[in-house]
């Protein structure tokens, strides 16, 4: 089984930029979907964006044209690039195969001036 944590939250301004990352273990990494997740106080978790196999990317509408996600299999590593951060960006964000009912610790993102 893959063990996926998360890093790289904290707390920026609005406008500003952070990039996560989502490291996991086992030599078969590179042969799953992976994808970032968030959940808001209140609110349900949502897919905020997901990669393929074969690198190709799909993303939640309200992300598009300001997070960017992509994988290093060489590192089993996954990455989500974030930048021109709202503050209804803040959540707690989870990585994950899709499908997968077991979720880590997450990493905390909070937009706030």
């Known amino acids: 089984q893959v063990l996926l944590v998360e890093s790289g939250g904290g707390l920026v301004q609005p406008g500003g930029s952070l990039r996560l990352s989502c490291a996991g273990s086992?030599?078969?990494?590179?042969?799953?979907?992976l994808a970032w997740y968030r959940q808001a106080p209140g609110k349900h978790i949502e897919l905020v964006a997901s990669?393929?196999?074969?690198?190709?990317?799909n993303y939640l509408d309200s992300v598009k044209g300001r997070f960017t996600v992509s994988r290093d299999n060489a590192r089993n590593t996954m990455y989500l690039q974030m930048i021109n951060l709202k503050p209804e960006d803040t959540a707690a964000y989870f990585c994950?195969?899709?499908?997968?009912?077991?979720w880590g610790q997450g990493t905390q993102v909070t937009i706030s001036s």
């Open positions: 994950n195969i899709p499908g997968r009912n077991s």
């Open positions: 086992g030599d078969i990494f590179s042969t799953y979907t």
């Open positions: 990669i393929g196999r074969n690198g190709i990317a």
